[in-house]
């Protein structure tokens, strides 16, 4: 396999392991020029994802929200977020990694969260920077 191939392959796992899939669509919140290019490039290279800003007014299926500390309340911010998900949507926060310029404690995703109505699902390396935390909102709410 060539080097181009293998990059390729390790972009789409990217996305794959924010289960991101054909077809949906994907709201894009915070970014800037710091954000994971490489990232976002898997996720659009997916057939048929539509990688939408912030300023799209309909329904989405994921929400991929980069934060970094001092971009203002974490609770507000999510609880924004939540209002396009379509029924069974997720919210991908995506924060700095420790000891990077951003960085977000866990412990503050870990009170933001529930306040919000969410619920932590899982955590992934989302980029050589980025760490990415899946919140979901309960199913009783679903």
């Known amino acids: 396999m060539s080097a181009t191939a293998r990059q390729a392959q390790d972009e789409r796992g990217q996305a794959e ?14 970014y800037d020029t710091d954000c994971d290019e490489q990232l976002r490039g898997a996720i659009s290279g997916i057939d048929g994802v539509e990688l939408v800003d912030e300023d799209y007014d309909d329904v ?3 929400v991929l929200m980069w934060w970094r500390d001092g971009d203002g309340d974490l609770v507000d911010a999510l609880v924004d977020a939540l209002m396009p998900l379509a029924d069974g949507g997720y919210i991908w926060l995506l924060t700095p990694k420790a000891g990077r310029p951003g960085h977000v404690e866990p412990s503050e995703i870990g009170e933001a969260a529930p306040t919000a109505g969410l619920a932590q699902t899982s955590s992934v390396s989302a980029g ?15």
């Open 17 to 30: 392991r924010l289960g991101i899939k054909p077809g949906q669509v994907v709201q894009e919140i915070g």
């Open 60 to 62: 989405v299926d994921v």
């Open 128 to 142: 050589r920077d980025w760490s990415g935390s899946r919140l979901v909102a309960p199913k009783a709410r679903r």
